[in-house]
């Protein structure tokens, strides 16, 4: 079963536009990643957020985590007709470490 | 460093056969990890070596299995071949088995049965 769901499915954005997904879990995590397909092909790790963290930055991504809400949303400024991906959210909880992932946002980024 | 490398990258394969996935973590991981990917449901986990033990498996049939060797290479088998086993394969490397460790991820190897 998918522990993370994502919305919204597909989004789609002129360059330059920010684009915002989002992420809802259903149990206690130790910490959220975030990761971003290219065509069928291997994920790419973009960002982790720890259960203690509310907000972690890196370059044109910014990530939130609430875990009251048992939410996280990736946030990608400035976006370019590269950023154009599958972008899924993985949990992983307890003593287990597999990653438990979402259903995933296909973005497109429109020159 | 070098990423994680999968061989065979594509397979075609009827039902009823087997087939033998590989993977080659980063150089220094020990723990490798291995999803399913399918359209209908999704990215699922499948097992997790780590020194050469099963840490962890999901909720796949015993027909599907794995080794680790030595050098923290990885095999994954799937023996009787079904359609719904058309999927693409990813495995994933990490230094050791922290939770908190990033989990990185390999091209993936398509497998389509027929």
């Known amino acids: 079963s998918q522990q993370g769901e994502e919305d919204p499915q597909a989004l789609s954005i002129q360059e330059g536009e920010n684009a915002t997904m989002n992420c809802s879990y259903k149990?206690?995590?130790?910490?959220l990643q975030w990761y971003r397909q290219n065509s069928g092909r291997g994920l790419v790790h973009l960002i982790l957020?720890?259960?203690?963290?509310r907000e972690k930055h890196s370059g044109r991504l910014r990530v939130t985590l609430d875990t009251s809400k048992k939410s996280s949303s990736l946030l990608i400024t400035a976006s370019r007709a590269a950023d154009t991906a599958s972008y899924f959210c993985?949990?992983?909880?307890?003593?287990?470490?597999?990653?438990?992932f979402g259903s995933g946002t296909q973005l497109t980024v429109l020159p | 460093k070098a990423g994680v490398t999968q061989t065979p990258r594509y397979l075609i394969k009827t039902r009823g056969q087997q087939v033998t996935l590989s993977c080659s973590p980063i150089?220094?991981?020990?723990?490798v990890s291995w999803y399913q990917q399918t359209p209908g449901q999704g990215l699922q986990f499948l097992f997790e070596?780590?020194?050469?033990?099963?840490?962890n498996k999901g909720n796949f049939p015993g027909r599907f299995s794995g080794r680790q060797f030595s050098n923290s290479r990885s095999e994954m088998n799937v023996s009787t071949l079904e359609l719904g086993d058309s999927a693409l394969y990813l495995c994933?490397?990490?230094?050791?088995?922290?939770?908190?460790?990033?989990?990185?991820f390999g091209p993936g190897t398509r497998l389509l049965v027929l």
């Open positions: 994933a490397s990490s230094p050791s088995t922290r939770a908190e460790e990033t989990q990185y």
């Open positions: 149990t206690s995590i130790n910490n």
């Open positions: 957020i720890r259960s203690n963290e």
């Open positions: 993985a949990a992983s909880s307890g003593s287990a470490r597999q990653l438990t």
């Open positions: 150089s220094g991981h020990r723990s």
């Open positions: 070596y780590f020194s050469e033990t099963q840490r």
